[in-house]
């Protein structure tokens, strides 16, 4: 969500600041700001809107100075505003923070500093957070690193923070609980951000602090404690990302491009994993529960948005193949219930970025109930990662559209590998089976290579619906994720209404809105359930339905019904989910152009869900 930068070293803090937050503008915002501390004292600058607004605004104005902080707000308390937008400072002025996160227990701890005096300037969460750090620093005569360290353990919440004192303009001042904090080492320098895609330019080397953490930073110290008072010794560990990967490289939008990368992505997940000619899965990260793999109960998958989606995609797989009970569930409300889980579950936790609140809160939930944990997950450091037993990266390279695409297939790949590698524990596949299988799949980023070459032809579907205001997504089998995919696709970035369903379910409800104005997507490959899909689509154009079908090429049946046919290659059912879903996302983001949309930064969404 929010978006946080900090720089404390020798060169000019300013365009380093402003680059970073313009790096961050995927995370999803809706106003930006930046502090700077310099021999005239500290300037803050910010604005509702984009950092572009904020550029402007603050041209020709003071914006020295070797420390400094920004952010890019997603309101939570209070609306959208200059008043509102970070950073906020304590009630005497000195101090100033940046925050990613939510203070649930905000509101007592404002009656209460209202009462000694405090007056507030925003409706934000906060700066009550500041004003209570200044109020314990003013009580105990405490230095601001141990002011800030009590101050956090008073609070009920998530966050990531970064503290700057203009009477000290030589340290920064950083901690985090549930929120990400990575800190960027240089010589003589140091950066602070909410990930590393600000930090990349500048140095390789890296600290990612832990919850529960609090850093005092200078321009050649970094001490690190916990909140108990213990010191930590960092660990440095270096990137692996390249600048290249945070450009654009000609395309018109980051959705595109990465749209564009996924035959790469899906063939780096694989990798090293599999080895056709033997038929042979082999994962590291999760090696070491083999054994284990044989004798569990139950699979328990939690994840949330398109994450989930993928996980539908899982539980077909891995109930196919290694025929264990999979069980799928929005992190959000699994997290709520009281769910049976015992020592032989294990639970995958599925996350792009591993910083999804309600993924964590599952996770910790099921590790307190003595599950074993499995992660999913994109991003080398991150929380979910750290949190789990084990796990497998996707090794998707950085996502910048807030709308996944390339990490979508990705996250299915590894859900289809440790399917095939749970098969092969458990003895419920065959070898040669498994080499069909692993060959095919070894094949599918040139078949997925070929579904975009369709993109002129879904850009002219795209221009008959694009003025449409709902549209239903239909699928069948595991083509049923795929077609709920494709409605969120469609929501996120052109703001049309959609929906997905299984197709037989329309009879159920949905075909009640169907009419000469409604558009129906069905995923129609001639697979198991071909023949029911076509009975769904003659229901349709009974109802002058206009229907868009993705067909397997070379197919005749559905081409005579449908109004709009897209081709994909041929493949086994297992992969169905990886192909097909590319003609959706394409479909998604031309008519989202034509709309005139924001495609990488839809209204209202942040890349990373990071408060719940």
Sequence with gaps: MCGIVGYIGYREAWPIVLKGLKRLEYRGYDSAGIALINESGEHIYKKAGKVAVLEEFASGQDKSGTIGMGHTRWATHGVPSDRN???HTSNNGKLSIIHNGI??????????????????????????????????????????????????????????????????????IAARKGSPMVIGVGQGEYFVASDATPIIEYTKNVVYLNDNEIALIARN???????????????????????????????DHFMLKEIYEQPRSIKDCMRGRIYPEEGKVQLGGIKEFAEKLKNIDRIIIVACGTSWHAGLVGEYLIEEYARIPVEVEYASEFRYRN???????VVIAISQSGETAD??????????????????????????????????YTHAGPEIGVASTKAFTAQVTVLTLMAFYMAQQKGTITTSKLIELLTELDNIPEKIQVALESNDLIKEVAEKIKDSTNCLFLGRGSGFPVALEGALKLKEISYIHAEGYPAAEMKHGPIALIDEEMPVVFIATQNSSYEKVISNIQEVKARKGKVIAIVTQGDTEVKKMADYCIEIPDANEAFLPLIATIPL??????????RGCNVDQPRNLAKSVTVE
């Design 85 to 87: 937008s970070h950073p």
């Design 103 to 172: 203070i649930e227990n905000y509101a007592t701890l404002k009656e209460e500093l209202i009462n000694r005096g405090h007056e507030f300037k925003s409706d934000t969460d906060t700066e009550v957070l500041i004003h209570l750090v200044e109020e314990i620093q003013k009580i105990e005569h405490l230095d601001l690193l141990e002011a800030v360290r009590l101050a956090l353990k008073e609070v009920i919440g998530a966050y990531a923070i970064v503290i700057m004192d203009k009477e000290h303009p030589d340290r920064l």
């Design 339 to 345: 769910p049976i889980i015992t020592e032989k579950d």
């Design 359 to 392: 993924t964590m809160a599952a996770i910790e939930m099921a590790k307190e109930r003595g599950a074993t944990i499995f992660g999913i997950c994109n991003v080398a450091g991150a929380s979910i990662p750290r949190l789990t037993h084990a796990g497998v």
């Design 585 to 594: 996302q394409l479909l998604s983001y031309h008519i989202a152009v034509m």
């Design 221 to 251: 110290d970094l001490l690190i404690k916990r909140l108990d008072n213990v010191v930590q010794t960092p660990l440095i560990q270096e990137l692996q990302l390249k600048l290249e990967m945070l450009e654009k490289g000609g395309f």
